[in-house]
């Protein structure tokens, strides 16, 4: 399998940015990261 389609494979199966995970509170990862920013901002 070339190097570019194993490279797509991992983000589309492994790194999901849309799939909700349980050890951040059934969060996507894109959500988590954007509630971490705003969490981050609101204390300065």
Known sequence: MP???DIFEY???F???KRRH???NQLSPVEYE???E???T???
């Open 15 to 17: 790194y999901n940015v």
């Open 42 to 44: 609101s204390v300065y």
């Open 11 to 13: 983000i589309e199966m």
């Open 38 to 40: 705003e969490r981050l």
């Open 34 to 36: 954007k509630q971490y």
């Open 3 to 5: 190097l570019h389609m």
């Open 22 to 24: 349980g050890s951040n």
